[in-house]
């Protein structure tokens, strides 16, 4: 079972360059989410999404954009790479349902801006 | 949301049972509580949640009180692996569609042979 895959792994940035983190999920999951995790720190929230077409902000999407074209997919573009988004960003997804149904977290992408 | 009180760290030895507390003493009526784990490095791993009866599943079991202001997260024999940061959340059922997931501190599990 593959549930949330995310790609890449690990990733050096330099400041100004910009790139697309991916996430897919094989559950067939309308809701899908993008978390960020600094050191020593809890998850903040970055977009949400209720299914394709619709994507939301959550608590810091300052620095990010995100599309859903697809149940399976929700990238996360960070545009401008600044230092500040050096950070572990965690995938997940979950049924419809809200706090009723658990969601789950892909394995991460390690990101460092320098 | 209601806010989680948990101790920062716990030791258990192997094979025995690892009984973790949670305190959210402002916990509303339609608010879940919901346990998850984070072993070094991975992402975040679901445990088990409830509303307002005991649960029980293949990893573990969740004992909520009565008035339902605290709960303990039961692993019945834990091993090494289960060495991790358990985070004891709670999620608000209404306003948002997704239902609000915030991670606190969490306690840190350190299972000894």
């Known amino acids: 079972n593959a549930g949330v895959t995310q790609t890449p792994k690990f990733r050096i940035l330099k400041i100004g360059q910009s790139m697309t983190l991916q996430c897919t999920q094989d559950m067939n999951h309308n809701y899908m989410y993008w978390y960020r995790q600094d050191p020593g720190m809890g998850l903040k929230l970055i977009y949400y999404s209720v299914g394709a077409g619709i994507t939301d902000k959550g608590e810091v999407p300052n620095g990010y954009n995100v599309s859903r074209s697809t149940t399976e997919d929700f990238p996360l573009r960070l545009e401008l790479a600044a230092p500040s988004q050096t950070s572990v960003y965690f995938c997940?997804?979950?049924?419809?349902?809200?706090?009723?149904?658990?969601?789950?977290f892909g394995d991460g992408t390690r990101l460092s801006i320098l | 949301d209601a806010k989680t009180t948990q101790p920062p760290s716990m030791d258990c030895a192997e094979g025995r049972a690892a009984n973790l507390p949670c305190n959210h003493s402002?916990?509303?009526?339609?608010?879940?509580v919901y346990w998850y784990r984070q072993i070094h490095s991975q992402g975040p791993q679901y445990i088990i949640h409830g509303l307002k009866n005991n649960e029980t599943n293949e990893m573990a079991s969740l004992i909520i009180t009565e008035d339902r202001k605290s709960s303990t997260l039961i692993l019945p024999h834990a091993t090494l692996r289960d060495t991790a940061v358990y985070y004891c959340i709670v999620r608000y059922a209404g306003g948002t569609s997704y239902g609000k997931l915030t991670f606190g501190q969490g306690t840190i599990l350190t299972v000894h042979p």
């Open positions: 402002t916990i509303s009526g339609n608010e879940y």
């Open positions: 997940a997804s979950s049924p419809p349902g809200g706090a009723s149904q658990p969601q789950h």
